[in-house]
């Protein structure tokens, strides 16, 4: 690809090229139309291996029908580079002067201008491709999270802030908004730290329990609101919030999870065997308006029918999680696979959707009742383990669904969508035809199937009704209207039990990332900030060879997740930066059985705390591990 062709902003130094597969674009189809398309490969010939937004490939694309926006910027990409750069040293000193509170010596006006004017243009070109990577700026503000202990971005220096390329080459669309380039990183966190410093001055001055809000003021930060950094944002959200230190004791039969589980195709239908619907029945005990300040408090407590166990926060996570895989199992019909899961499309992530066939009085009740778990979620360091796509949590917060959303959970309705609408924009009619009596031939009625598998009408009498050339444009309609509904109707229910938690007028300053991250957690563990808050005692160290065992098993052999529901009950950390008294810790066993040949670890999850005996070996740590987490999935007596 030619430099001038590119929109993105080239590397500071080294002189090899980054590469652009992954990189997305508009491009032509062979027919001359342009769709948006992501580039697999580049050929080295001047032309480009690329798959469009429907599943098409073409695999040699000459570099002239590729549309790569923003032509301002392509003009003499060697001079831009030379003087962005040089623009980017002077706003990082900026920076650095701002945080110090040094002031600048004086200038002569003459001296100064062109200074100035380089660094408005510096910015306002970093700005113009940040809005083009639309998500970068959320991706920036999470990896600033994981750099940063502070929940302060006042505090955050931009120059102290230096990833690795590696590290932000796991947050896609940042690092094609910054081509690998850490100092367009620097700069654009000093942007959003102004951005956040003013924006939480006016946010201290509003009074959010009025009524009539602010207009202009009040319309001007929720449009910023995406650009909020959470810690901070969530701080500012739970000082408003109504708080309670009520905790009463519920009892958890498991016996009855256990009787169910072995009849493989029963369901608890009617709410009562599993843990989720034990704990449904007893709503009105648990206390979801928990404090957010005190990083240990729960909701409940949990007396395990028939077992010794005293909960201090183990038994406790345990329930929640058991709830939540019992709600991404046939054992509940409250949520369903996504078509993707069902079809087994490695591509795409196993996630779980609101079931739009749990219509019941009590099903509803029950989407009501995790929608309160969820604000119970948010107030709290305890998260739930639910794996719910982002075209939910859009619908949560009453967005509308762009049809990459909609991939993610079905990647078989975009194919027939996005091909019956090109084939009609085409304008050929005889392919058209062709194609709904070849490719297309399950779409030849007014109908669908739905997100739980049913075959409805897209209209009344839609079974006998034929899709054609005249019709299509309300067959799209509608065939996008009805998946939508679908997943609408049963995450604004949810959204029902959730305000009821954390009240309505707090979620228009979320985004989607922020309400998935705070309410389920990271799926993937972060190994660097688990060792940060990690505490050693009996006389461990960071340098002991243990404690480097334990690290390095977890890193290069184990499944993080399993050793964290080990020792801490549940598969997922808590997301803020300070984890309050849950800190993990580790020491020595001395107990019973550490003088085996093999003695196990062991843990006490109401403390997210190991204790390790003595091992002679790594390899003898990684096989008395591996063994413990085999055997052990579950809080018993002990």
């Not at 623009?87 to 990082?92: D, F, G, L, P, Q």
């Not at 003459?110 to 639309?134: A, L």
Request: hydrophobic residues 35%.
């Amino acid at each position: 690809m030619r430099a001038s062709k590119v929109r993105w902003l080239e590397k500071p130094a080294a002189e090899k090229s980054l590469p652009v597969e992954g990189l997305k674009c508009k491009a032509e189809w062979k027919s001359g139309t342009v769709y948006d398309a992501e580039i697999v490969k580049d050929n080295g010939d001047g032309t480009y291996h690329l798959r469009y937004d429907d599943g098409d490939e073409w695999k040699s694309c000459p570099e002239s029908k590729i549309k790569w926006p923003d032509e301002r910027l392509a003009s003499n990409n060697a001079g831009i580079k030379k003087e962005l750069l040089a623009s980017i040293k002077k706003v990082r000193e900026e920076a650095v002067k701002a945080s110090n509170g040094v002031k600048e010596a004086k200038e002569e006006r003459d001296e100064k201008e062109p200074r100035r004017k380089t660094i408005k243009e510096c910015i306002s070109i970093i700005d113009r491709v940040f809005k083009e990577n639309p998500g970068a700026d959320q991706e920036l503000l999470r990896l600033l999270a994981k750099n940063f202990s502070t929940n302060n971005m006042d505090l955050m220096e931009p120059t102290a802030f230096d990833p690795t390329g590696a590290k932000i080459q796991r947050y896609p669309i940042l690092f094609s908004a910054c081509r690998g380039c850490t100092a367009i990183a620097q700069v654009r966190l000093f942007m959003l730290r102004e951005v956040n410093k003013l924006a939480f001055r006016l946010l201290n001055v509003i009074d959010i329990e009025e009524t009539s809000l602010p207009g202009p003021l009040f319309q001007m930060i929720q449009q910023v609101s995406s650009l909020l950094y959470l810690p901070q944002k969530y701080e500012w959200i739970t000082s408003k919030l109504t708080k309670s230190s009520r905790c009463e004791t519920i009892e958890v039969d498991q016996l009855k999870k256990a009787a169910l589980d072995l009849e493989p195709d029963s369901r608890d239908d009617d709410l009562t065997a599993t843990i989720f619907g034990q704990l449904f029945q007893k709503e009105h005990d648990i206390n979801f308006q928990v404090d957010p300040a005190d990083g240990s408090a729960r909701g409940y407590k949990v007396d395990l029918k028939g077992m010794s166990s005293v909960d201090l926060g183990g038994p406790y996570r345990q329930t929640i999680a058991n709830m939540c895989e019992e709600l991404q199992s046939p054992k509940l019909n409250l949520l369903c696979k996504s078509p993707n899961h069902n079809n087994g499309l490695n591509k795409y992530p196993k996630l779980w959707l609101p079931n739009p066939g749990a219509t019941s009085e009590t099903e509803r009740r029950a989407l009501k009742f995790l929608g309160k778990l969820m604000g119970m979620a948010f107030r709290s360091t305890m998260v739930l383990p639910i794996d719910l796509p982002s075209c939910f949590w859009r619908k949560f917060l009453q967005q509308d669904l762009t049809v990459y959303d909609l991939e993610e959970i079905d990647a078989s309705w975009l194919k027939f969508y996005t091909m019956l609408r090109k084939l009609r924009s085409n304008g050929d009619r005889k392919e058209f035809d062709r194609a709904l009596n070849n490719d297309l031939q399950s779409l030849g009625k007014f109908q669908y199937k739905s997100l739980s598998g049913e075959n409805l009408e897209l209209m009344e009498g839609g079974h006998h009704m034929d899709l054609d050339w005249d019709n299509c444009e309300l067959f799209l309609r509608l065939f996008r209207d009805a998946r939508e509904r679908e997943i609408a109707v049963p995450a604004s229910i949810i959204r029902g039990g959730f305000t009821e938690v954390i009240p309505s007028k707090f979620l228009q300053f979320l985004c989607k990332e922020d309400l998935e991250e705070k309410v389920s957690g990271r799926s993937d563990i972060d190994i660097r900030e688990w060792k940060r808050l990690t505490e050693y005692r009996d006389g461990f160290s960071a340098d002991s060879p243990e404690i480097k065992w334990f690290w390095k098993m977890i890193e290069e052999e184990l499944d993080p997740s399993l050793v964290v529901k080990f020792g801490y009950g549940t598969s997922r950390l808590p997301v803020t930066g300070n984890w309050g008294s849950e800190r993990c810790k580790i020491g020595r066993y001395t107990g019973s059985g550490s003088d085996a040949p093999t003695p196990l670890p062991h843990a006490q999850s109401c403390f997210f705390e190991f204790k390790l005996p003595k091992y002679d070996s790594y390899d003898q740590m990684l096989q008395a591990f591996k063994i413990a987490l085999c055997s052990v999935n579950a809080i018993d007596g002990d």
